[in-house]
């Protein structure tokens, strides 16, 4: 069965880097998109981006000049950055798996809630 | 505001039919992206129900379907039970955004 686990600090100060990690329960990491999204509280589900095998990354536009998503295999593990955070950050973030082919989210983590304030 | 446009709530009575509308672009689901569905139970972590405009993954019941005409897409939820109680959420490939989800569709059993 396949198992998505985030962890990271759940509060963050203004202006300063989100960073949350990944672990994941399977077998290998080739194959899918590892992938990030967020949800504030009482709102609707907003895609950060994704990472694929090889490194490369994919990120929501609204929010790419602040993020890095980054992959490491061996450790079965994939991380979020969000540099320069305001309280319009705050939310519970996802991790989630993310089909090639037809880019369902098939398995998501349980979610982690980040709040950002001083 | 969504790309993805939905419905904010629908409700009915146990037992009856319900729909979830799912409005696109000719960038999604106007270009014959799939389109995938989410249950969010309260407190939950979303689930995926729909896959591909119209199959279900292992274990939903077959009282959940899709469909897709043209840039829209559909839920439908028969047989409506309490513990459908949940917010639903579309989702589809876009071309200038990977994920793009719907707004939400809270469904309210009366």
């Known amino acids: 069965q396949v198992q998505l686990q985030e962890s990271g600090p759940g509060l963050v100060k203004p202006s300063e880097t989100l960073s949350l990690t990944c672990t994941v329960s399977?077998?290998?990491?080739?194959?899918?998109?590892w992938s990030w999204i967020r949800q504030p509280p009482g709102k609707g589900l907003e895609w950060i981006g994704y990472?694929?095998?090889?490194?490369?990354?994919r990120t929501n536009p609204s929010l790419k000049s602040r993020v890095t998503i980054s992959l490491d295999t061996s450790k079965k593990q994939f991380s979020l950055k969000l540099s320069s955070v305001s309280a319009a950050d705050t939310a519970v973030y996802y991790c989630?798996?993310?089909?090639?082919?037809?880019?369902?989210?098939?398995?998501w983590g349980q979610g982690v809630l980040v709040t950002v304030s001083a | 505001q969504s790309v993805l446009t939905q419905p904010p709530s629908v409700s009915g009575a146990p037992g009856q039919r319900v729909t979830i509308s799912c409005t696109g672009s000719?960038?999604?689901?106007?270009?014959?992206?799939?389109v995938h569905w989410y249950q969010q139970l309260p407190g939950a972590a979303p689930k995926l129900l729909i896959y591909?405009?119209?199959n279900r993954p292992s274990g939903v019941p077959d009282r959940f379907s899709g469909s897709k005409s043209g840039t829209s897409a559909s839920l439908a939820i028969t047989g409506l039970q309490a513990d459908d109680e949940a917010d639903y959420y579309c989702?589809?490939?876009?071309?200038?955004?990977?994920?793009?989800f719907g707004g939400g569709t809270k469904v309210t059993v009366l």
């Open positions: 989702q589809c490939y876009d071309s200038t955004l990977s994920g793009l």
């Open positions: 591909g405009d119209n």
């Open positions: 989630a798996r993310l089909r090639r082919g037809d880019y369902a989210f098939d398995y």
């Open positions: 990472v694929y095998n090889s490194g490369g990354t």
């Open positions: 000719s960038s999604n689901i106007g270009a014959g992206y799939d």
């Open positions: 399977v077998d290998s990491m080739r194959s899918y998109y």
